[in-house]
C-alpha cells in the first residue's frame, strides 16, 4: 500500500491522511462495526436520510494516526461531531483576539459567519477581510441573543458586544483607512435584515 499521506519523517501528514484511500476504508470499516452516534444513538441509515452522508468517524486521539485501533475512533453524527469539535476549540491557540474578547472557546466554540457555515477567520489573511468577517461574527452573536429571551444578563451582553464592534470598526479603520467606511457599510447592508432589533 502507498502511503503517500506520509512525510519524508514518516510522519503523518493529517490532511492528505483523511483524504487517501485508506482513511476511507477505515472509516467504513470502522461504521460496519459501529454503526450508532456514539452520543445520541442516531443510526447510520437516519443519518443518510437527514444529512446525506454517512456518520462521521471521530479521532479520540490522534497517537496512532495512519494506524488508528477502534479504540482511537469514535462514530458521531454530524451535529454531535459539530459540538465535539466546537468543545475542543481553543482561540488563544490560533492567536484569535476577536473570539478570545467574545468569551469563546470550549462553551461557545469557533464564531460561525453571519448567513451560513461554520467559517473560521484566517488569522494571517488580508486585515480588510479579517475585520470584515469579525464585524459578521460579531452581528451574528448580536442576533441570537436578540432571538432569545430578553433578559438582563442578554442586554448586558448585547452592551458588550456593542463596545467590541466599536473596537472592531477601530481596528479596521486603522488597517484599511481608504476602504474602512465602504467595508462597514457593506457588512451592515449584509446583516441589517438579518437584526430586526438591532439600530445601526
Known sequence: MDELWRNLDRS???TEYINSQEWRRRRRAYLKKYALCNRCGMDNDEHRRVYGTALHVHHVSYARLGAELDEDLEALCKKCHEEEECAEYDPTAVGD????????????????????????IEINGPAEVYWAKALDRIYD????????QDTEEARNE????????????AFLELACPESAAEIVEEVRSRNSRYLPYRSF
Open 12 to 14: 503523518v501528514n493529517y
Open 141 to 148: 452573536r448580536v442576533r441570537r441573543i436578540a432571538k432569545g
Open 158 to 169: 448585547i452592551t458588550r458586544l456593542d463596545n467590541v464592534e466599536r473596537w472592531a470598526r
Open 97 to 120: 483576539h476577536l473570539a478570545i474578547e467574545l468569551g469563546v472557546g470550549e462553551r461557545h466554540g469557533p464564531l460561525p459567519v453571519s448567513h451560513g457555515g461554520w467559517d473560521s
